[in-house]
């Protein structure tokens, strides 16, 4: 029988390491009242935006809005039905139905297109995910607002409503 080597560390004093502790915390605290009491002092510049009713005026095409369906050069949806957005959301909140197109092209649609925005964290996954650049995440939408459930769930038809803002309507080339 071996017998087991046990090396027993002491946890030294805690008493600097306490004061050190105490020490930054009263010097995080000293620069939060420093920059409260320089606010509180001209509190005319500081600047705020009245929203609603001012618009924030640094958002770039960049930050991702509402999501939409986007639309081949002939009208049709542009997506294919393959489920990768759906299979990339970390969140589940895309549901799709597929069915067989009936305009004689050799693809899928989908029958419905789901994204519940409870769930959505919006983090562009399934945009990224999409092959054939058929969801979009660039309406300018960024407030979303409802009394019920039900305004929240995005379903095909309005998704396709969506146009772009940013003047990238139809496609990335």
Same mark, same amino acid.
């Given at each position: +029988?071996?017998?087991?080597?046990? /090396?027993?560390? $002491? ?13 930054? &915390? !009263?010097?995080? +605290? ?5 920059? +409260?009491?320089?606010?509180?002092? *001209? ?12 618009e924030?005026? *640094?958002?770039? $095409?960049?930050? #991702?809005? &509402?999501? #939409? &369906? ?17 299979t990339?959301?970390? !969140? ?16 899928k649609?989908?029958? /419905?297109?789901?994204? *519940? ?11 990224? !995910? ?27 038809d #309005?998704?396709?409503?969506?146009r ?6 139809? $496609?990335?080339?």
């Amino acid at each position: +029988m071996m017998q087991k080597r046990v /090396k027993r560390v $002491s946890r030294g004093d805690t008493g600097k390491g306490g004061s050190r502790y105490l020490s930054a &915390l !009263a010097g995080g +605290m000293a620069v939060t009242l420093g920059h +409260m009491l320089g606010n509180l002092s *001209d509190i005319r510049s500081v600047e705020t935006l009245e929203y609603p009713e001012e618009e924030p005026g *640094d958002i770039t $095409s960049r930050y #991702r809005g &509402l999501h #939409r &369906l986007t639309h081949r050069e002939d009208g049709t949806i542009r997506c294919v039905a393959c489920f990768m957005c759906a299979t990339a959301c970390p !969140a589940g909140c895309i549901s799709i139905e597929a069915m067989e197109r009936d305009d004689g092209i050799a693809e899928k649609m989908p029958a /419905k297109f789901r994204i *519940d925005l409870l769930e959505c964290i919006f983090c562009g996954y399934c945009v990224e !995910a999409c092959p054939c650049d058929a969801i979009r995440m660039d309406t300018g939408i960024f407030s979303i607002i409802g009394r019920e459930r039900e305004d929240f769930i995005m379903d095909r038809d #309005r998704l396709l409503s969506h146009r772009g803002a940013f003047g990238e309507e139809d $496609s990335r080339g």
